[in-house]
């Protein structure tokens, strides 16, 4: 029995040493490099107009193909009430690093509405680009920084 571990220690070693990989790194990673987020989110309340206006900047638009703005109810983005609109619809042809929201429109799809007694809203938006080519299919790349708005009615 003692003979048969000794020869079987090391084949079972070498066995265990040529099946763990070398590669201790996710390759899969590194392809997210070529991404960034939007910068310089800025969104306002134009009280006239009832409209929120949300606008950003990027630096490298380069296989962008739309951007993805969205809002919460919480500073902590996704554990509050989340929506989200494409900026580009399909029939544009430019990418525009602006969108106009009505605020309606945006406090019902917050379920804002439902407390009658309120008069005051906070809104907090992001920005993500949509990036399409040959490897990304419209891939929704990381967010921007959070910007808040206040809506006093």
């Known amino acids: 029995m003692k003979k048969i571990f000794i020869f079987?220690?090391?084949?079972?070693?070498?066995?265990?040493?040529y099946g763990c990989s070398k590669d201790h790194s996710s390759p899969t990673f590194s392809l997210y490099d070529s991404t960034s987020s939007p910068v310089n989110v800025l969104a306002t309340y134009?009280?006239?107009?009832?409209?929120?206006?949300?606008?950003?900047?990027m630096e490298n638009t380069e296989d962008v193909a739309n951007y993805l703005v969205a809002w919460s109810d919480s500073n902590v983005f996704d554990y509050g009430k989340t929506y989200d609109q494409f900026v580009k619809l399909p029939e544009d042809v430019s990418l525009k690093t602006e969108i106009s929201l009505d605020t309606n429109d945006v406090l019902k799809k917050m379920e804002y509405y439902k407390a009658a007694d309120i008069d005051s809203f906070i809104v907090y938006f992001t920005v993500s680009a949509v990036y399409n080519n040959k490897d990304f299919n419209y891939f929704i790349g990381p967010r921007a920084e959070v910007d808040s708005v206040l809506i006093l009615r």
């Open 8 to 17: 079987m220690a090391p084949v079972l070693l070498l066995a265990i040493m």
């Open 46 to 57: 134009d009280k006239g107009g009832d409209l929120i206006k949300v606008s950003w900047s």
